[in-house]
């Protein structure tokens, strides 16, 4: 989510400014089952949540997994039979699906469970022979999402099994893979990104886009911080305060294709990376909630990125990137 420039993170989301609701336009995402209500909405989702599973089954089914991309330059199982893996002193079989499984939620870092299912799994049964030999493995582990969902993310051994099994020899642009939940206030939300991703997949795919590879907010950060800090590296009467000036910074930006404005760069959910006639491009991605108002809400129309949301209230679900402007009188 859009964070400020201050090494601290400022967040809006931390803000007491809650008094006025912006009008952000966002893509609906599907919950599928998030619990036992039966309301009608609760049903539409559902329903939802059983297309989108079934698109990516269907998209299997031609040759094409979304997933596939992050086992780019891996040397890992892409096949039915589980094979044996070999990472210091641990052995591991894993198959093709258990493969895609991994990298995917080493990508994203958390997944909802019922995202991570096989779109022929119409029943939900909880029983996942797939995620629980992978559970057995100590490759991943569960997280409970507000109590009533799951999601999964990977060990340190299941990150560790990821980048020692590269081919690319350091590619600084590969996919980087997490591992543990980094954010338990935003878990929920986080666990979402995925299906956003698999939302904003199949739409530039059937531009004719090749997906190369998603950057987490986190990450765009990370680096962000490290130039900050760069001057202060190695000096031992550094205080630890970033030097960098306004100017600066808005250059940084720019040269990120981060937007920069209210003296802060914002950063979105994650970038997704792609080419597309023959030219590399990118989307800024945020995943948006009926938390979404005042200052937050016009900080993230303001800054253009594509919005995807779930349950978001009074906001218009316009099929659409939102509108920048929308928000023009609140900032």
């Known amino acids: 989510m859009s964070g400020g420039t201050d090494p601290r993170w400022d967040d809006p989301r931390d803000r007491d400014d809650q008094s006025r609701a912006v009008e952000v336009h966002w893509i609906e995402l599907g919950r599928g089952r998030a619990s036992d209500r039966q309301s009608e909405d609760d049903t539409r989702d559902r329903d939802q949540g059983g297309l989108d599973r079934a698109r990516a089954y269907n998209s299997r089914e031609r040759g094409h997994d979304p997933r596939d991309v992050f086992l780019d330059g891996l040397e890992l199982p892409r096949g039915l039979e589980r094979e044996v893996v070999l990472d210091r002193d641990h052995r591991y079989e894993i198959n093709g699906e258990e493969s895609r499984t991994l990298a995917a939620t080493g990508a994203f870092r958390v997944v ?111 680096e962000y911080q490290e130039w900050l800090q760069e001057h202060n590296r ?84 316009g099929g659409r990137p939102f509108d920048p402007r929308v928000a023009d009188e609140f900032v």
């Open 112 to 222: 909802s469970e019922r995202d991570l299912r096989d779109a022929r799994d119409v029943s939900f049964d909880a029983r996942d022979d797939r995620l629980g030999h992978l559970r057995d493995e100590g490759l991943i582990q569960t997280v409970s999402l507000d109590g009533r969902e799951r999601a999964v993310t990977l060990t340190a051994r299941g990150r560790h099994l990821l980048d020692t099994h590269r081919r690319d020899g350091g590619d600084v642009r590969h996919q980087a893979f997490h591992a543990g939940v980094s954010r338990p206030r935003e878990l929920t939300h986080d666990a979402s990104l995925y299906r956003a991703y698999l939302s904003a997949e199949e739409r530039l795919r059937e531009q004719g886009a090749e997906i190369h590879r998603v950057v987490l907010e986190g990450d765009l950060k990370r």
């Open 234 to 317: 190695g000096r031992s009467d550094s205080d630890g305060r970033p030097d960098r000036d306004p100017r600066e910074i808005e250059e940084w930006a720019l040269d990120h294709d981060l937007p920069y404005f209210d003296e802060s760069v914002h950063f979105p959910d994650f970038r997704l990376e792609y080419e597309l006639d023959g030219r590399a491009r990118y989307e800024d991605i945020e995943v948006v909630t009926e938390h979404y108002r005042g200052a937050h809400a016009a900080s993230v129309a303001r800054a253009g990125f594509t919005c995807y949301g779930r349950g978001c209230g009074g906001a218009r679900s």
